[in-house]
């Protein structure tokens, strides 16, 4: 039996081929690298974008990216196991701000304390001590 396709159909049976490809890399110590992203159930899925506008409009001005064809990119991703290729999603999450993120784990961190909070730490185990001691005593 033969699938059946409708006009209305949003995922066709075949995946097509989307051509040439913007495909978002970062700079490493040899050269570049494609980036790999997740899906939303967690899943590696390799990206691309049909334009450069809509790759900046999804990933930022800042995002270099390299030209290559979906069979190329899908056989870059192969290896690493990674079957899924999205093209031209239409968000992502935003980027962390280490330096905040760093800043608000010191802020929080044990780390951050006070002379007197030993001085309690002290007093209230001196505490649960004598009175773990009264029963045995006397």
Excluded: K
Excluded at 17 to 41: H, I, N, Q
Excluded at 97 to 122: I, K
């Amino acid at each position: 039996m033969s699938p059946v396709e409708y006009a209305e159909d949003p995922e066709p049976s075949e995946p097509f081929p989307a051509g040439l490809l913007f495909v978002p890399v970062r700079s490493g110590p040899a050269s570049c690298a494609a980036r790999f992203f997740r899906t939303p159930l967690g899943g590696r899925t390799a990206v691309g974008f049909t334009s450069v506008a809509r790759l900046t409009a999804t990933l930022g001005p800042d995002q270099t990216s390299i030209r290559l064809s979906e069979p190329a990119l899908r056989a870059l991703a192969a290896p690493m196991g990674v079957t899924a290729l999205t093209v031209d999603p239409q968000f992502s999450a935003p980027t962390t701000d280490r330096t905040a993120a760093t800043v608000r784990e010191r802020e929080n961190s044990w780390h951050r304390w006070h002379p007197q909070h030993a001085v309690a730490l002290r007093v209230t185990g001196t505490a649960a001590v004598v009175a773990g001691l009264n029963p045995l005593i006397g």
